[in-house]
């Protein structure tokens, strides 16, 4: 039956390597008339990519590394905990020495670019050095942007500035080859069996803990591929690692706001003030955000420091420098509205501001009605 169809299909496969079968089975049928089922034209399909395309399997060559040459990096989805404040998605972050094959493991609750140069920092203090070159996945706060194969990859700047103040350099591992890192990859299911595994946790804090814990077990472990006990050949890996500077370099997150008429912005839902004389109409600036602050700058070639502020750990905060309201005309000060000059979680509430709101209210025990309820 799939005889007379078979250089029709042939010739599909020949202009479409990937075409599947389902879209072939549809395509005999509807312009060629072809009566058979799906299952013989799959059946077909496999052999003749067989036939057409004689190719070993996908192959790559072994390697290995140095003493401090190389460290792999990659992330793990944990899912949600159940902690007091609600469901908490957490993710664990891993770098692996290549040669010896010794983690390093945290847990947190965001994958936003602070957070993964601020593990990196962690995994070189815990390692207590920083490797020769570091592997990546194509992750978005390594790589700028995606590019089509045999093309350099783009590097994020902050990338670049950080590997550049602690001296490695950065290897972007190539797209759909996961044994380029197979050393990290690995590394993240035996974390995840070793630490996680049948336990329940209510903090990252907590699951931080549970791994620093089990490290010293599967450090005593022989490893199966290098034959060596892991801390033993730990010591020579941590020993060739580059020195970490004294200085650590503050990764900066940086978000382009536009300024409204009344001299906010938002970021993050909360307003942030910047000074009413550097406002200029349809004003746009760039926020450089670290942990801590909010920095508010100008845009051009040579771009101007507006105002720094301590970063809201709210949604909603008012975070404003009084003195950027100074001389504004038509803004009294009993007509501002509740603001915080630093903190972002001292907010006057709103009801305090309506002079009504104030009207003293009697209290009674709810008992009393109970008792008015009987006399009645």
Not at 54 to 82: K, N, T
Not at 209 to 224: C, G, I, K, N, S
Not at 234 to 254: F, G, I, K, S
Request: charged residues 30%; aromatic residues 10%; contains cysteine.
């Amino acid at each position: 039956m799939i005889e007379p169809y078979a250089p029709v299909i042939d010739a599909m496969l020949k202009a479409e390597r990937r075409l599947q079968a389902t879209t072939i089975h549809q395509r005999l049928r509807d312009e060629y008339g072809f009566g058979g089922s799906y299952q013989r034209v799959k059946l077909y399909v496999a052999e003749a990519r067989e036939r057409l395309w004689p190719e070993p399997p996908e192959l790559h060559r072994r390697f290995e590394v140095l003493p401090g040459a190389q460290a792999q990096v990659d992330w793990g989805d944990e899912g949600f905990l159940d902690t007091p404040d609600g469901p908490l998605h957490v993710w664990s972050f891993h770098m692996t020495l290549s040669f010896s094959r010794d983690p390093f493991c945290c847990f947190v609750s965001g994958q936003d670019l602070l957070t993964f140069w601020d593990c990196h920092r962690r995994a070189f203090d815990h390692f207590g050095g920083v490797p020769a070159t570091i592997v990546y996945d194509r992750t978005k706060t390594v790589v700028r942007k995606h590019v089509r194969p045999n093309v350099e990859v783009p590097l994020h700047p902050e990338a670049i500035a950080f590997a550049a103040h602690y001296g490695f350099s950065i290897v972007v591992a190539p797209a759909r080859r996961p044994q380029f890192k197979g050393r990290v990859e690995r590394q993240v299911a035996i974390v995840r069996d070793g630490v996680l595994g049948g336990r329940d946790f209510t903090s990252p804090k907590e699951m931080d803990d549970a791994f620093m814990a089990w490290l010293p077990q599967r450090r005593a472990e022989v490893h199966r591929t290098h034959g060596e006990v892991i801390s033993d050949r730990a010591e020579r890996d941590r020993a060739a690692l580059a020195p970490v500077p004294e200085r650590p370099y503050v990764v900066c997150d940086r978000h382009l706001r536009s300024v409204g008429k009344d001299c906010l912005l938002s970021f993050e839902a909360s307003l942030y003030s910047v000074p009413w004389r550097a406002v200029r109409r349809r004003m746009r600036v760039e926020c450089r955000v670290t942990h801590d602050t909010v920095a508010i700058w100008t845009l051009g070639p040579a771009p101007e420091l507006l105002a720094t502020h301590r970063r809201s750990r709210r949604k909603g905060a008012w975070v404003v420098d009084r003195s950027h309201w100074d001389g504004l005309p038509h803004a009294p000060e009993a007509a501002l509205p509740p603001c915080e000059r630093v903190a972002a979680d001292e907010l006057e509430p709103v009801w305090a501001r309506i002079p009504k709101a104030a009207t003293p209210v009697g209290r009674r025990d709810l008992a009393t009605y109970d008792e008015v309820g009987r006399v009645a």
